[in-house]
């Protein structure tokens, strides 16, 4: 399965900044998704990344809250924007190779706000 | 209701021992069945994924599921310390790429030396 490697790893910021996410696979894949992943709940899709376009956000995320890029088919990038403590969570990447396979994902972006 | 139900455990066993770790599902449409492991500080990484009901072993490891009752278990036999980690099940009907995956909350599960 591909690589994916999301930077930050983890980082903790200050209320009302932004932070932006990287994620970089080591082949072209069809499909990004941004997730996030709070203690003690399921993983909740945040947006599909799309190569080109807008992304696809799920109900309750907005762009301007979470604003993403997609610039080829190998990186995508997650900002959250406005901070406040309700953002501390793991943000994580996933990718898809075809349409017949599942889902893999990075290690995670953990986010403190101080 | 939620679509679907993990008991988050923590689920602590002994070395050796047969794990046992299931979800139930309400929505009959779902068809593809995945387990990830995930460890601490880590993503989750896939296991195992099935299409439709019965069984696939893959090692120490085997998926069921049984669409009649909406239930999916995953057996981890003879446990290690290795396997310590948090397993969450997911789900899609329509195939990958056509719908996004509904997960569950994880179990947390301790493999005790």
């Known amino acids: 399965s591909a690589v994916i490697s999301q930077k930050p790893s983890r980082d903790i910021c200050q209320r009302g900044t932004s932070l932006t996410i990287q994620c970089q696979v080591d082949?072209?894949?069809?499909?990004m998704f941004w997730y996030r992943q709070q203690p003690g709940q399921s993983l909740t899709l945040i947006a599909t990344a799309n190569q080109g376009s807008e992304a696809t956000y799920e109900s309750g995320f907005v762009i301007d809250k979470f604003p993403i890029s997609r610039p080829n088919l190998t990186f995508s990038t997650l900002t959250v924007s406005n901070l406040s403590p309700e953002d501390s969570s793991i943000y994580l990447c996933?990718?898809?190779?075809?349409?017949?396979?599942?889902?893999?994902f990075g290690d995670g972006t953990r986010l403190s706000i101080l | 209701q939620k679509e679907v139900e993990q008991d988050p455990g923590p689920l602590s066993v002994p070395e050796g021992a047969i794990v046992s770790l299931n979800c139930t599902y309400s929505n009959s449409a779902f068809q593809y069945f995945m387990w990830y492991r995930q460890y601490s500080r880590k993503g989750p990484e896939l296991l195992m994924y099935?299409?439709?009901?019965g069984n696939k072993e893959d090692g120490r490891f085997t998926a069921q599921v049984d669409k009649s009752s909406k239930y999916i278990s995953l057996f981890i036999r003879d446990s290690q310390p290795s396997d310590s980690a948090t397993y969450l099940c997911?789900?899609?009907?329509?195939?990958?790429?056509?719908?996004?995956?509904?997960f569950g909350t994880g179990t947390r599960l301790t493999i005790i030396p």
């Open positions: 997911a789900m899609l009907g329509r195939g990958f790429g056509n719908e996004k995956l509904t």
């Open positions: 996933s990718v898809q190779g075809s349409n017949n396979q599942p889902q893999h």
């Open positions: 082949s072209q894949v069809t499909m």
């Open positions: 099935t299409y439709s009901s």
